[in-house]
């Protein structure tokens, strides 16, 4: 059957429909788990990868090869449980990394933003917290700024942009429950099931995703930034340096039948006119 990814905007009940829709499809319900199993996988550090998990980076962060690899990790575990199929996914830009693959539903649950805050307000509540109406308002905001920001460095889209789902549930007047039956209808559908080939897609991006790893904590590609592309275990790199090192590293990641490179030119500097 179907990958679901989910997005939500805080306060949206984007949990609620996704622990729902894994049960009644008998799906594996991946969220926080995500982060446990890259931390334990990958060698990271929780707090660090928490914190590049649900933040845009600083600008200091940004020039910095650890947090690339973070980064890059983060991407992979998520690409990693996409392949497992059978699997909803919690935010962290799966509608992105996952996009024009045919078994995969991509859904976004929105709400009026009074709507979301009062139901921040609640879900405190029940955590013994009381924040005041302005503190949950202050929170949710700066949650909308953090999720918005991080999906515009990460991958230079718009959260909001419609294009990236395959439907938009405002939940403002619909429960839970028919938002989970709404999107159970439609993955159990012929058309969403999973297919050979959207398979390969899944394991090429898997693929190059890992070779993005290994690239990343090798002392001699670490500093370069080199786009890689996977297809049938025929791996591309693409990069203004450090090709050959990049070539034999990308040779030890498992799942790589063969490397091949191309090497983009940096424009040279236009002479000043004055």
Not at 60 to 76: C, K, M, P, W
Request: charge should be neutral.
């Amino acid at each position: 059957m179907a990958i679901i990814t989910i997005s939500h905007q805080m306060g949206a009940g984007g949990p609620e429909i996704g622990m729902a829709l894994a049960q009644r499809l008998g799906y594996h319900y991946v969220d926080q788990e995500l982060i446990q199993d890259a931390v334990r996988r990958y060698g990271l550090a929780e707090d660090k990868a928490s914190h590049l998990d649900e933040s845009k980076p600083t600008l200091f962060e940004r020039f910095d090869a650890e947090t690339r690899h973070y980064i890059t990790v983060l991407q992979t575990t998520l690409l990693e449980f996409a392949e497992r199929d059978n699997v909803i996914l919690m935010g962290r830009g799966g509608q992105w990394l996952l996009r024009a693959i045919p078994h995969v539903f991509r859904v976004r649950a929105i709400a009026p933003f009074d709507q979301r805050v009062k139901n921040w307000v609640k879900h405190a509540a029940a955590a013994g917290e009381k924040p005041s109406q302005r503190a949950a308002a202050d929170f949710v905001r700066r949650d909308d700024a953090e999720k918005s920001g991080r999906m515009r460095y990460l991958y230079e889209v718009d959260l909001d942009d419609a294009s990236l789902y395959e439907v938009v549930i405002n939940v403002e007047k619909l429960p839970y429950q028919a938002a989970v039956e709404m999107i159970e209808a439609v993955v159990r559908r012929p058309e969403m099931a999973t297919t050979p080939a959207g398979r390969d897609i899944v394991a090429s991006r898997v693929l190059a995703s890992r070779v993005q790893v290994a690239l990343a904590t090798n002392p001699d590609t670490r500093r370069y930034r080199i786009t890689v592309e996977a297809r049938d275990g025929v791996v591309l790199l693409e990069g203004t340096a450090a090709l050959d090192r990049a070539v034999d590293v990308a040779r030890t990641v498992p799942g790589v039948r063969d490397v091949r490179t191309q090497q983009v030119e940096i424009p040279p500097i236009p002479p000043f006119v004055a």
